[in-house]
């Protein structure tokens, strides 16, 4: 039976590991990984095979012959349930089959006659990286804590690309550092019995969307219930939030069947259309066990509050750090009210709606159909019928959609109706941004294109899938600053089961003009009211992010002194000055700066983590 490290108990909600193979010289480079608080677990011969840092609550292990399983994360099986799978093992394949099946937010690790494998999630939520250090084919969870062993820099070219607004798969999904391999979400990998040879396996394939909508809600709804339990079922106290939209009001509904004492928080928001706070009293009045935290919306941060004081160890530039404050702020106040973990309801704009871009091929299979509709979003969304023509004609293979976005990186923004009908938003830079860096932008966009496959070939499913896996690598650092803020923060709408119960309903009843994700409706009927799934729009943070941009500016001007960006040719340190003393100028409330403050908000963070690094 494998040992913990004499310092176990850490804090949950930051589970993080290296996994070595069962070899003698990994042993040594295992050695490197040790830091203050870390646990190690071990093979069969007692070498290191997990190195990292997790709380008791968020690892399940078991053994049998010469296998040997790791769940790590947010998983309610049982180590009965893995030992016996481990026992009847043969072959590493044989796995997909398990990581199919479990619910939950996890990454599987298993080790079987000196061959390693490990996985993450779908979603991307939880990623898998690795790298060859002094021989020995090392995996981990972040990326970072690989190129920290190698004593890597950030590669210059992966932070161009990483400027570009936005930038686009596959390109997001690669590691800052060169020598660091990402693992796409949908692969797992297997490091052979000599600690070296390394290749990628496929695990997951999205569903075809071909459901009916009245079959697949009961399957949603147990998606759904599931991922709730696998975070209310210890009971205790949990947090929910509850802006009294449909995806947080349905997580809140379903918390309130658990054995937890749910805290519902509403942030009301600042602007006076906003109805936030009537929808969430809406919904309170079913709701009479469950404790409602109503915050002042005055004190809410506004966004870029704090760019400044960020100190996050993070492994990748985020937008996140954009609304960092406003995602942190209430959590000391939840955990002082008893939760162990706070449920949002991010993910349910991903999974519950989708791409208007299914209508490309809908127009091709079901073209009455799919006319009828067009001419609902047209109206919606006040498309131009040349605009709209043009877009369902573009008949564009993927790569060669990325290619020829390779050239038009300064031009002016394509019109909405080509983003929503198309393989997604096309690149571009600005202004701030140098030639040399748009070279390297360019040059990894065109090497992009002469290999890439959509993530699927039907385009709006390629979309929908790109959006989730954007969106979680922000959910991903928010989750690690949730967790050093004191309270674990969960997103079940990112479950893999429930990404899969959504993306097989049929796109026809998954998207509408007429109504507001259907699906989810339908889904929760039995167990949100009726009169709390009326509603049929959301609230926008817009006003906070325009108040953000002029009462930041300081910080923002006091963020371009002394630029590392700048430092590294990327970006012209002067025109991003001269931008910050005008926050309202034309653009910037379309948040094209994101992507910059990103970029330069982690260096700065990495030097700083640098420096305190003994």
Not at 573 to 589: D, I, V
Request: overall charge neutral; aromatic content about 6%; hydrophobic content about 45%.
């Amino acid at each position: 039976m494998t040992e913990l490290h004499e310092s176990a108990g850490t804090g949950p909600g930051d589970a993080h590991f290296a996994v070595f193979p069962d070899r003698a010289d990994a042993a040594a480079v295992a050695r490197s990984f040790s830091r203050p608080g870390s646990r190690t677990l071990a093979h069969a011969s007692g070498r290191p095979w997990l190195a990292g840092h997790w709380h008791d609550d968020e690892i399940v292990t078991a053994s049998a012959g010469s296998a040997t399983l790791a769940v790590i994360g947010c998983c309610p099986v049982e180590a009965d349930q893995l030992r016996r799978t481990a026992a009847r093992l043969r072959d590493l394949a044989e796995l997909d089959a398990l990581a199919r099946t479990l619910p939950g937010s996890f990454h599987l690790v298993a080790a079987l006659d000196g061959q390693v494998r490990v996985q993450g999630t779908a979603s991307g939520l939880r990623l898998v990286f690795h790298t060859e250090i002094d021989g020995v084919r090392v995996a981990a969870s972040r990326a970072d804590t690989l190129a920290a062993a190698l004593g890597l820099d950030p590669d210059p070219q992966e932070l161009a690309v990483r400027l570009l607004w936005p930038a686009p798969y596959p390109l997001f999904e690669t590691s800052l550092w060169r020598p660091v391999t990402a693992v796409p979400p949908q692969d797992a990998v297997i490091v052979a019995a000599d600690g070296r040879t390394v290749r990628h396996t496929r695990w997951w394939t999205p569903p075809e969307p071909v459901r009916p909508l009245a079959e697949a809600a009961p399957l949603i709804r147990t998606a759904l219930e599931e991922a709730v339990g696998a975070r209310t079922r210890q009971g205790g106290v949990v947090s929910c939030d509850l802006s009294g939209g449909l995806d947080s009001t349905s997580i809140c509904f379903l918390a309130d069947r658990s054995p937890a004492h749910v805290v519902a928080s509403t942030w009301p928001g600042r602007d006076p259309a906003d109805t936030d706070l009537e929808w969430a009293q809406r919904a309170m009045a079913h709701l009479p066990d469950v404790e409602h935290v109503v915050w002042d919306a005055d004190a809410s941060p506004l966004v870029y509050e704090d760019l400044l004081g960020i100190d996050d160890l993070l492994d990748e530039p985020t937008i996140g750090v954009m609304d960092r404050s406003r995602v942190l702020h209430h959590l000391p106040g939840l955990a002082a009210r008893g939760s162990r973990v706070h449920l949002t309801g991010i993910g349910g704009d991903h999974v519950a709606w989708c791409s208007d871009a299914y209508y490309h091929r809908l127009l091709r299979t079901r073209p009455l159909f799919a006319l009828r509709q067009l001419r609902g979003y047209r109206a919606l969304w006040q498309w131009p019928l040349g605009d709209t023509a043009r877009a369902l004609a573009d008949s564009r293979p993927y790569g060669k959609w990325l290619a020829d976005g390779a050239g038009r990186l300064r031009g002016p923004l394509p019109p909405s109706v080509a983003t929503s009908l198309g393989w997604g938003m096309a690149p571009r830079l600005f202004d701030w941004v140098t030639p040399e860096a748009e070279r390297m932008a360019r040059r990894a966009l065109l090497d992009a294109a002469a290999t890439a496959s959509p993530l699927h070939p039907d385009r709006g499913l390629h979309a929908d899938l790109e959006q989730i896996r954007s969106c979680t690598r922000v959910i991903r650092q928010w989750d690690r600053m949730a967790a050093r803020a004191g309270l674990p923060m969960a997103s079940p709408f990112f479950d893999d089961r429930v990404i899969e119960a959504f993306l097989a309903v049929r796109p026809s009843e998954r998207v509408t003009p007429w109504q507001y994700k259907p699906v989810l409706s339908a889904a929760m009927r039995s167990v949100v009211p009726d009169d709390c799934l009326r509603r049929a729009n959301k609230a926008t943070a817009a006003m906070d992010a325009a108040n953000g941009l002029r009462q930041h500016r300081g910080d923002l001007l006091t963020l371009w002194e002394g630029s590392r960006l700048e430092a590294l040719g990327l970006v012209d340190g002067a025109e991003l000055r001269r931008l910050a003393q005008r926050p309202t100028s034309p653009g910037l409330s379309d948040a094209i700066l994101y992507s910059t403050i990103a970029a330069e908000v982690w260096l700065r963070g990495l030097s700083h983590s640098h420096a305190r690094t003994p």
